[in-house]
């Protein structure tokens, strides 16, 4: 069964430095998604950034960037320039789609709550 | 485009009652899928449906359970509550099918469920 985890349960970090938030997983498959997703006190999931296991290329988007080590199952988030807004609980997750059933499951990590210091 | 849509956000029942959730995905979106999120366990999968169908489920008793409809909108309901079903309950839709594998899910903002 895969897993995935997040060994910081909180960081912080003074704004506009860099942050680098830690996730490995557990699977023996080949094809998968890797993502991480955030959720400010609003509640509301938001997608930071995705990545294809197949892309050798470590995905970026704007002030996010990924280290995506698939030989190591570590998948780490850096955040550049930290912003106020940027304080929340950021989820690492998981997707394999399911090719028998044409369906798929996330696996989240619990979490790190992460406090961007003015 | 609206995003997903959650009702009720709040929600305080007693233990023994049922309980349904509503979520109303993001208009072309067939896929909807359902998560507990607790402070110890994180994001648990419940279960997933497409087309009306249920195509994927995780680890939960029998008591919770849910069903799709052919406008793509979902419910959830949970029997027979325990204290520790107190959470809160996240729905996702995603736009998906059977030939193109899923990117992103766009998740709601949660109801969120208090048992006493």
């Known amino acids: 069964a895969q897993t995935v985890t997040q060994s910081q349960p909180e960081m912080s970090v003074q704004e506009a430095e860099t942050v680098t938030l830690s996730c490995t997983y557990d699977?023996?498959?080949?094809?998968?998604?890797l993502f991480w997703y955030k959720q400010p006190p609003s509640r509301q999931m938001i997608l930071v950034i995705r990545?294809?296991?197949?892309?050798?290329q470590n995905a970026t988007e704007n002030r996010f960037s990924v280290n995506f080590q698939k030989a190591a199952k570590s998948f780490s988030l850096k955040i550049s320039d930290s912003q106020l807004g940027d304080t929340a609980m950021y989820f690492c997750?998981?997707?394999?789609?399911?090719?028998?059933?044409?369906?798929?499951?996330?696996?989240f990590g619990t979490g790190t709550r992460l406090k961007v210091l003015a | 485009k609206a995003g997903v849509t959650q009702t009720p956000r709040y929600l305080i029942k007693t233990r023994g009652q049922q309980v349904t959730l509503s979520c109303s995905p993001i208009?072309?979106?067939?896929?909807v899928s359902w998560y507990q999120q607790t402070p110890g366990q994180g994001l648990q999968f419940l279960f997933e449906?497409?087309?009306?169908?249920?195509?994927n489920k995780g680890n939960f008793p029998g008591r919770f359970s849910g069903r799709q409809f052919s406008n793509s909108r979902s419910e959830m309901n949970v029997s027979t509550l325990e204290l520790g079903d107190s959470a809160l309950y996240l729905c996702?839709?995603?736009?998906?099918?059977?030939?193109?594998?899923?990117?992103?899910?766009?998740f709601g903002q949660g109801t969120r469920l208090t048992v006493v």
């Open positions: 990545q294809e296991a197949y892309k050798q």
């Open positions: 208009s072309g979106h067939r896929s």
């Open positions: 699977t023996s498959e080949s094809n998968y998604y």
């Open positions: 997750a998981f997707m394999k789609p399911l090719s028998t059933s044409g369906t798929y499951k996330y696996i």
């Open positions: 996702a839709s995603s736009y998906r099918d059977l030939e193109t594998p899923n990117t992103e899910a766009f």
């Open positions: 449906y497409f087309s009306e169908t249920q195509r």
